[in-house]
């Protein structure tokens, strides 16, 4: 089955500066890479998603790259703010499995 | 719309004892999943359905049933409970054939003594 691998499990970034979380998968299948956002006591929620078929994709702040050939992808987040501060969790899944395989989340602070 | 509800939010058991954590949804999704959140593991896949009437197990499936008898509800069934099992559970759901964006419930805090 697929596995996600994510990194770091920690970060610790002052306001203003960017923060990369990188994640790599194992199933040259997986078609679909989302990017979740989870705020202390909630469930978490979809900030970005990227498709097989693009390279790269951008949404004010957050931006996701991907490279098939290496099998990894990573979310960036610019000029952070405190309340980006939460857990972030990568994810792989492809259309005929729908099932979604998580990383083990960043855990990611923003000092102001 | 409510989304995708998960009841209770916390609950404290005994060991041995069983429960049924509930989930619904509103949003006609033919996918709903099951998932436990632990510290530094992620999100783990418990069960899973594709539809009424079908289910699967995902990658930790042992010590928990489901059922799916309407599109609407996955109730997830815990048969007798462990230390082990002590978790935060959530729901999740999206279109079936859609490698789209999965729907979350709050969670539902679970501590087995």
């Known amino acids: 089955g697929e596995n996600v691998e994510q990194h770091p499990s920690t970060l610790s970034v002052q306001e203003g500066d960017s923060a990369v979380i990188k994640c790599t998968y194992s199933?040259?299948?997986?078609?679909?890479f989302p990017w979740y956002k989870q705020e202390l006591g909630k469930g978490p929620q979809l900030i970005i998603d990227?498709?097989?078929?693009?390279g790269e994709k951008k949404d004010q702040r957050i931006a996701v790259t991907l490279n098939k050939t290496a099998k990894h992808f990573s979310l960036h987040i610019t000029e952070t703010q405190p309340e980006d501060s939460a857990v972030y969790f990568c994810?792989?899944?492809?259309?005929?499995?729908?099932?979604?395989?998580f990383g083990d989340g960043t855990t990611l602070t923003v000092k102001p | 719309n409510a989304g995708v509800t998960q009841t209770p939010k916390f609950q404290v058991l005994k060991t041995g004892q069983s429960m049924t954590l509930q989930c619904a949804q509103d949003?006609?999704?033919?996918?709903m999943s099951w998932y436990r959140q632990d510290p530094g593991m992620g999100l783990r896949l418990i069960h899973y359905?594709?539809?009424?009437?079908?289910?699967d197990q995902g990658e930790v499936p042992n010590g928990y049933n489901v059922s799916r008898s309407t599109t609407e509800d996955f109730p997830l069934r815990l048969l007798s409970a462990a230390p082990s099992q002590t978790s935060v559970y959530f729901c999740?759901?999206?279109?079936?054939?859609?490698?789209?964006?999965?729907?979350f419930g709050e969670g539902s805090r679970l501590t087995v003594l």
């Open positions: 999740a759901s999206k279109f079936q054939g859609d490698t789209g964006e999965l729907f």
């Open positions: 199933d040259s299948a997986s078609n679909y």
């Open positions: 990227i498709r097989s078929n693009v």
């Open positions: 994810a792989a899944s492809h259309t005929n499995a729908g099932k979604s395989t």
């Open positions: 949003m006609n999704h033919e996918y």
């Open positions: 359905s594709v539809g009424a009437g079908i289910t």
